[in-house]
Structures are given as structure tokens and as C-alpha cells.
């Protein structure tokens, strides 16, 4: 995604394609390797398909991604007690209250709205992203890595940050949900200032000075930034210079082979700080690769 992004940006015709006929076998030999419609990671690579459609115009990918958006919201019959209790306040029935999910479900209903011009898309992530922020949103605008492990991990912290940025993008100026949205993203982002470090990074556990700096959760806030500013929902002055201290350092961390270092892998949740001091790091992680993407197509 972030690489069709990029290659839109820049009207790379050639990348375009690359990443065209990357997908292709998915209608094909590699039919069976779709992602099931049945788990919020697994529901979100319905907008990739969204986006290809954007490029191409070729109904095969919309028809693919609608599929993937809209069954987040048709609750299946094996469906367990906790997934009927959402939907039937309105939710998806894949609601779980983990930070990640403000990226995973709001990315494929908002590419379905872009998509659609169907509201009803736009209204679902925005209720997602208000019951998770009501939810789950600290005092000070960050979020524990889950509510029962009180640690403000980088890249989930990110998943908001990015999420929010996303849909206030798209959310019309009246619409019921904005406001909330924006006040989430305004104190979060006012609190990431605060914790940035000197030579523009962002730490692995955000608030604590001795761990190390990650990349991804960096570039995940540092994408918040520049959105924000484009926007004109953040003031310039103070913070673009944030934004121009950690894109020069970003850069320190990719390696001659072009892969982002310093990337914490998949991380689970877990009730315990050394836990997240000692994760592995990998250079060329997509969990990496793909913020930095996205970063340099917004500073474009």
C-alpha cells in the first residue's frame, strides 16, 4: 500500500506495474492464499485491493475489497458471545479493543468509502475509532499497549496516531464523530512532543529514557506530524521542527540495502516492561519499511 502510494506520488508508471502484477496471481494460482474474512488482520488487506482499484479502475479489485470491508460488519453464524455483543451495539463484530485495530479497520472502511462515496463506511470507522478512544485512551492522549499492560509501546501507540490521521482526512467538517477524533489526536500528539528525544527519535517504550530508539513507532508518529501540518490541524511552529529532527535521523537507519533497521518485530501483549526492552530487532520488517513509506510520499 505504501508502495502504490509512493509510486502514484511520483508517477512511477514502471512500480505501478511491479505491484499490479504482484497481486494478480491472487485471481489466480494464488487464489487460496486470500487472507479468510474472519479476523481484523485478516479484513484489512480488503483495502489494498481498494486502492488497486483506485489506480486501475478494474472491478475486480473493488468487488474483492467491498467483500473484505463489509464483512467486518456481517457477523458470522460461529460467531462467540464477546463478537455478538459488539455487533449488536453496532460494532464490528470484530472489535477487540487492542490499539492495532485503529489502523486495521479504519484503513478498509475508509478505502471503501473512497471507493463508494457510501457514507456508511466512513460512519463505521469513526464509531470504531470513538469507542476505542473513549475506551482505551489514556489522561495524557497516549494508550497502554492494552488495558491490562500499562506500557506505552511505540508502534501500537503508533497504530493510533496513524489511524487517527487517516480518517480526520476524509471525515466531513460536520460530522458528529469529528470533533471527538480530533481532540484524541490533539492530546496525543501534544503528549508524543513531549517525548520525543533529542536527536529526533522516538523510544521503544515511550516514555522511558534508557530504552532504545524504534523505528517504526518513529515513523508512525513522525507521519502524524507531517499529516497534521499539511492539514492545518497542527501548528507549524511547533511542530514542524519536530518532524525535521526525526526525518534526517530516520534516514541515519536504513541500511545499503535499503531495509529499515532497528524494527521491534510482531510484538504481543504482555504484562511485563523487561518483555519489551528485549525484543528482537529486524532490518526490512514491512512494519518498518511501510511508515517510512508513508512518511516520505507525505513530505512529497
Known amino acids: 500500500s505504501g508502495a502504490l502510494e509512493y509510486a502514484e506520488k511520483t508517477n512511477d508508471r514502471k512500480l505501478i506495474q511491479l505491484l499490479v502484477d504482484r497481486f494478480e496471481p491472487f485471481f489466480g494460482i494464488e487464489k487460496p492464499l486470500l487472507p479468510p474474512k474472519n479476523h481484523v488482520d485478516y479484513n484489512m488487506f480488503g483495502g489494498l485491493a481498494l486502492q488497486l482499484y483506485l489506480i486501475t479502475g478494474e472491478d475486480k479489485y473493488k468487488k474483492m475489497g467491498l467483500e473484505y470491508a463489509d464483512s467486518q460488519w456481517e457477523i458470522p453464524g460461529n460467531a462467540t458471545p464477546g463478537e455478538k455483543y459488539w455487533a449488536e451495539k453496532g460494532y464490528s ?179 511485563d516492561k523487561q518483555y519489551y526492552y528485549d525484543r528482537p530487532r529486524l532490518a526490512g520488517d514491512f512494519h518498518g519499511q511501510a511508515p517510512y513509506l508513508w512518511c516520505a510520499t507525505a513530505l512529497m
Not at 171 to 177: G, I, N, R, V
Not at 204 to 214: K, R
Not at 227 to 251: C, F, N, S, T
Open 93 to 271: 463484530w470484530q472489535t477487540r479493543l487492542w490499539i492495532d485495530d485503529m489502523f486495521m479497520i479504519t484503513f478498509v472502511q475508509t478505502q471503501a468509502y473512497k471507493v463508494t462515496n457510501d457514507m456508511k463506511y466512513l460512519d463505521r470507522a469513526a464509531s470504531e475509532m470513538v469507542l476505542y478512544l473513549n475506551t482505551i485512551q489514556r489522561e495524557d492522549g497516549l494508550f497502554y499497549h492494552a488495558p491490562d499492560v500499562p506500557y506505552y509501546w511505540g508502534r501500537g501507540d503508533g497504530w493510533m496516531a496513524v489511524g487517527m490521521a487517516n480518517i480526520l482526512q476524509y471525515l466531513p467538517e460536520h460530522h458528529k464523530d469529528r470533533a471527538r477524533i480530533m481532540e484524541g489526536y490533539h492530546t496525543m500528539m501534544k503528549s508524543l512532543l513531549k517525548y520525543q528525544r533529542p536527536d529526533g527519535m522516538w523510544n521503544q517504550l515511550i516514555n522511558e529514557p534508557d530504552c532504545w530508539a524504534e523505528t517504526s513507532g518513529t515513523a508512525m508518529f513522525t507521519y502524524a506530524f507531517i499529516v497534521g501540518i499539511r492539514q492545518g490541524w497542527l501548528d507549524a511552529e511547533k511542530y514542524g521542527p519536530a518532524v525535521q529532527k526525526a526525518w534526517p535521523e530516520m534516514v541515519k537507519y536504513i541500511d545499503e540495502r535499503n531495509n529499515v533497521t532497528e524494527v521491534c518485530i510482531g510484538t504481543g501483549k504482555k504484562n
